[in-house]
């Protein structure tokens, strides 16, 4: 699959390690690895240097759908950055297999699929129909943590 | 288990794939399936033609809690039917796992266990309580697709 | 690990099986247990015999972050309660992989980690590290069942 090297042929780089605003405490793993399965957190979307992207709010108020589209993308480089921290190689990742996607949802937002789509295509654009095909929920939730637009958890399979 | 013979015996009738409003991409798998696991994607409530089901809109205000209960019912329909499509026989399924209920609540609407036994009771129903038993959760939305008044995802155990 | 023994150093007690609001069906299983995976349901902060703990409402306004905190660690104790009432032993609990933290979030409330922190402080506390760590999402919900302030979902790893 060579995963990185494709990231590198779109441009595209991982980000640091998330780097929550001052005052959090986070005693959790953002990827929580047994047998061949990982456990993915729910990820935010982030700049290069782990700081939150730009903009937060809601989507369909403060977000547009096409801000944050680009949010979903940036929660699946998140992703990646923390599984390339913790299994050494992105190539490992051998079956992505549960994605589940919320949207902070102003009211009356209901294209929450459109924004999750930020993050599955770039998924399988890198891991390909086989490797990157997943289950998925895209759904709207009340409020997210520090405000941002999206968070995505996920369950992949790995080689051992 | 015979689950088809217990659905046409109960006079029910798998719906045909989910088809979305027009202009809306959905690049995800309905079911993913890997070894002896499948995961089930966030499902509607659809007519036997596949088209979403009536009322959309808000459990509590627009739709009434035994409307919603008859949606979380045709939810379940819904993702037999992926999961007769992706597996060929429902007797395949040999353990229901895991539920995730998703109700689009109004304000004050607190009745979400009793919407999302819609689908468990069915479940049950065809599966039995040994088979068909299952962990869940039945919790409210700010929004859901298309303004879907439920949307549910699950993780069966297959035979290979 | 004697999971019980910290329990009881620290002055803990596991709560009885839920008692729902009357008038409420939950026909699912609070423990789900196939091979060495526990599913584990959406459970509620109960009192020790079982019932609802108080207060109910939105974090943020009717709750407090700190009383938020309270509800999340009583949600560990429950759901360490249903473990053993299904497992015998909370031993057999060898890794923690998965928890879905879900906040009954008031306009504008955005700190859901610090209130889900009160489950996975307890859990870390009690399996150490290793055993303990876990992924997670801590989201904001617009309704939760008979307005409780707090609902968890998780996954482990047991021994067979």
């Known amino acids: 699959m060579q995963i990185e090297a494709k990231l590198e042929a779109l441009g595209l780089t991982l980000p640091e390690l998330f780097t929550p605003p001052s005052g959090t405490k986070l005693p959790f793993s953002w990827v929580r690895v047994r047998g061949n399965r990982a456990y993915i957190s729910g990820h935010a979307p982030t700049l290069p240097d782990g700081s939150l992207a730009q903009p937060l709010g809601k989507v369909g108020v403060e977000v547009s ?3 944050a589209y680009q949010a979903a993308r940036l929660v699946a480089l998140a992703m990646l950055g923390s599984l390339k921290r913790e299994l050494g190689d992105l190539d490992r990742v051998t079956a992505w297999l549960r994605v589940h996607g919320m949207v902070n949802s102003a009211p009356g937002f209901t294209r929450q699929p459109a924004v999750i789509n930020g993050f599955s295509d770039l998924i399988i ?32 399979e790995i080689s051992e």
């Open 125 to 156: 654009e890198l891991y390909g129909n086989e490797a990157g095909q997943h289950s998925r929920s895209a759904v709207g939730m009340a409020e997210l943590p520090f405000g941002i637009p999206v968070e995505i958890e996920a369950e992949v």
């Open 65 to 67: 759908l096409e801000e």
